[in-house]
């Protein structure tokens, strides 16, 4: 059963089309790893999906819940969007954590605001989603005493915190030192056996050959080409696909 469901999604900005008519359907508990070279519009795609960018055109549906955004003046459309997002957890860049809350503060902060949980009960599932994430001796830490990984981690038990029936993610440890970012990758895993859906934007190729059930590559605003990790890396069909794949293998062999 599909979770997300995307039909002609476009994007642009002024004179730069940076989605060109993305078709896409997520099924319940598959993690669809996303990757291409910058500017190919993975990124802006995820954010279209819970119209943290306003899509120009294309039809969203997540859920029971049905956005099309040619349709600006829906009455509906609010309520809608809003209900999308309360079923989709997005985890950034740059973890985005308030820096004068606790981890657990950051934590409970979802529930109370938009779940209207009591206290107590906010608090019990925060230490249980910190625990989850490995920070169970963390949580009256502020983010500024976190490491880059344990602040993406918090992140990530927010974004559970609302119980969500689908998780995001645009590059979640890109802006992690090396050696920090197997914790949060670890955590992802985690959770995708426990069969969260899940799209991750990313450029951990490792990652997507362990994890995905299915890979897309993005290029100019357009899915070039999709299929199961095995396909996508052994047997690429499309010659962008190919030369993304070589660019990618010589970057990691010139680290080494």
């Not at 940076?18 to 669809?32: A, K, P, Q, T």
């Not at 049905?66 to 003046?73: H, L, T």
């Not at 954590?97 to 979802?110: D, S, Y």
């Not at 645009?170 to 030192?177: G, H, K, R, V, Y």
Request: net charge negative.
């Amino acid at each position: 059963m599909a979770v997300i469901e995307i039909e002609n999604l476009k994007k642009t900005f002024g004179d730069n089309p940076v989605l060109r008519g993305i078709d896409l359907s997520v099924n319940e508990s598959e993690v669809v790893v996303i990757m291409g070279p910058s500017g190919s519009g993975k990124s802006t795609l995820l954010r279209c999906i819970t119209f943290l960018e306003e899509p120009n055109e294309g039809i969203i549906k997540i859920g029971d819940y049905k956005v099309d955004a040619s349709k600006k003046n829906d009455r509906h459309r609010k309520k809608d969007i809003r209900e999308m997002r309360k079923r989709t957890g997005f985890v950034f860049q740059n973890f985005n954590l308030f820096p004068h809350k606790t981890a657990i503060g950051n934590v409970m902060e979802g529930p109370l605001t938009i779940h209207g949980a009591k206290k107590e009960d906010a608090r019990q599932l925060a230490e249980a989603l910190l625990i989850k994430v490995g920070l169970g001796d963390r949580t009256n830490h502020y983010p500024a005493q976190l490491s880059g990984g344990q602040q993406q981690r918090v992140a990530i038990a927010r974004s559970l915190s609302l119980s969500p029936t689908v998780m995001l993610y645009d590059e979640p440890t890109s802006a992690l030192d090396p050696e920090l970012v197997r914790e949060v990758l670890q955590v992802i895993k985690a959770l995708a056996e426990e069969g969260m859906t899940m799209v991750v934007v990313t450029h951990e190729m490792n990652f997507a050959k362990e994890v995905a059930d299915r890979v897309i590559f993005m290029d100019g605003g357009v899915i070039v080409e999709q299929g199961t990790s095995k396909q996508i890396f052994e047997n690429p069909q499309e010659e962008r696909t190919k030369k993304f794949l070589r660019q990618v293998e010589e970057e990691v062999i010139e680290v080494k």
